[in-house]
């Protein structure tokens, strides 16, 4: 049986990377696999300091933003992690599972602890396994995401095979990483060799989902770029992060690849490149951004989805983890 698990975190500033490199291919995944969980990561998130009034905000936004762009939450579980405890118990043990070595070796936790590891938190650290719990808790065997996850899925593996071996049972399936689109890793408006993040200081390093018409026009308008015309095959984007970084958006918003784009704009500047991308931005993501607005001023109905979401999650991750407790040889009623 195949089963797709994924996740985003509620940490503000929903992007354009978030859309382009995750919730927008879910979309079409859900035609494809029958039986799919999009989770909202509150866990996760409070891996480093979130304060609490907006981190249900911004749970209801990402929940917003998942339906709004096209998943319907009837024939998809769509809901919050923390309303489904048995990914925090099967954290635990993975815990115990996992290595030091292994999560020594996570290149995500160095970038996010920066130079002052001493002070983040243990939950920063020991991510990774939370996420092999969010996977496994349904034994999902694909997981879409952006490039940058690639490492910590290849961990959910290791954990996986170290727990079969372990307790001497094929138990938890090997996940696939499912990385696609044309968008899989959407870099920075103002440096094209880091990755458009939520965590950004800089806001016009981003396209927000909750930006106005004008916003977006005037972070594109202000693109870090170089002064060369766009050139008309790919290799001549190779050294040009910047400019390969908006012909990627273009790309992955007009449903094409770069090639095409650079048939239509090799040769001319950027003058008339970045109107043209700023046009369709707003083409492609107004339609979304109402909706999302629209259910953003219906909190009732976001919250019941989210919840309805959880009691369905729940009764299929409670029987897998009632398998693990007794491979464990934890005693149940
Ligand atoms: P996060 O913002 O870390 O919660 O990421 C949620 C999803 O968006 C994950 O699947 C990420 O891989 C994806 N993602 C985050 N940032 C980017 C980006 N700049 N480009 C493409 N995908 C991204
Ligand atoms: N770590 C992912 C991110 O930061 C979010 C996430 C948490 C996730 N659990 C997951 C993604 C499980 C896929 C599957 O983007």
């Not at 797709?4 to 992007?15: A, E, R």
């Not at 339906?67 to 579980?77: T, Y």
């Not at 090997?174 to 899989?184: K, M, N, R, S």
């Not at 977006?216 to 290799?235: C, F, N, Y």
Request: aromatic content about 8%; some cysteine.
């Amino acid at each position: 049986m195949k089963r797709i698990f994924s996740g985003v975190q509620p940490t503000g500033n929903l992007h354009l990377g978030n859309y382009l490199g995750a919730i927008r291919n879910w979309v079409h995944l859900q035609d494809e696999f029958e039986d799919c969980l999009f989770c909202v990561v509150d866990l996760h998130a409070i891996t480093v300091w979130q304060e609490p009034k907006d981190l249900v905000a911004n749970t209801r936004e990402v929940a917003a933003a998942m339906i709004a762009a096209g998943i319907d939450p009837k024939r998809n579980v769509i809901f919050n992690q923390s309303q489904v405890s048995a990914h925090a118990e099967l954290a635990w043990i993975f815990n115990c599972v996992a290595r030091l070595g292994w999560l020594d070796r996570m290149t995500q936790f160095k970038e996010k602890a920066g130079k002052d590891k001493e002070r983040a938190s243990v939950g920063l650290y020991a991510y990774p396994n939370l996420m092999a719990a969010d996977i496994l808790a349904y034994k999902a065997t694909h997981v879409p995401v952006g490039e940058d996850q690639k490492q910590h899925l290849e961990l959910v593996r290791d954990i996986a095979q170290k727990f079969n071996h372990d307790y001497g049972q094929e138990f938890f399936p090997q996940v696939e990483p499912l990385i696609f689109g044309t968008a899989t890793r959407v870099m920075s408006l103002k440096d094209g060799s880091s990755k458009m993040s939520k965590s950004d200081s800089s806001d016009n390093s981003r396209i927000n989902m909750t930006d106005d018409i004008d916003g977006i026009a005037r972070k594109i308008k202000k693109a870090k770029t170089d002064p060369e015309p766009l050139p008309s095959e790919a290799q001549g984007l190779d050294g040009r992060p910047e400019a390969a970084n908006l012909v990627g958006i273009y790309a992955a918003l007009a449903d094409t690849d770069v090639e095409a784009v650079l048939g239509e704009f090799g040769g001319q500047g950027f003058g008339a490149f970045k109107p043209a991308l700023a046009d369709l931005a707003v083409s492609k993501l107004s339609p979304v951004q109402d909706e999302m607005r629209r259910l953003m001023d219906d909190v009732a109905h976001v919250d019941n989805v989210l919840h309805a979401g959880a009691e369905r999650a729940n009764d299929l991750a409670a029987s897998i983890l009632e398998e693990v407790q007794d491979l464990v040889g934890f005693l149940r009623p």
